[in-house]
């Protein structure tokens, strides 16, 4: 994946998923300020750039509170993978990364 740039947040611990490890922290602790690390002119980061619009489009403008209601928010997260991304959401984690790596 190209555009990015992971932020310099020291990490307090690490998480484990179908063989990646990643840095984590407790929720809602906070280190340092995030830095923005999405590159919203590449592929990928105007993908997310996309997501985040539709969110605040079709479900915080619907909202009377301004939130993201949980089950709205997968609708639409679901919708973005299957649509956007072009990742089958019923699909294995291996079927996905196929799909992803033969585009």
Do not use: Y
Not at 37 to 47: K, N, R, S
């Amino acid at each position: 994946m190209t555009g990015f740039n992971l932020p310099d947040i020291a990490p307090t611990a690490q998480i484990t998923a179908h063989g990646h490890t990643v840095p984590a922290r407790p929720a809602g602790h906070v280190t340092v300020t995030p830095k923005p690390w999405i590159d919203p002119h590449c592929h990928e980061g105007a993908l997310i750039m996309h997501l985040f619009d539709r969110i605040k489009s079709e479900v915080e403008e619907d909202d009377r509170l301004g939130s993201w209601p949980g089950g709205d928010t997968v609708e639409v997260l679901l919708d973005w993978f299957t649509t956007a991304v072009g990742i089958d959401v019923n699909g294995t984690h291996e079927r996905a990364t196929a799909e992803m790596s033969s585009g």
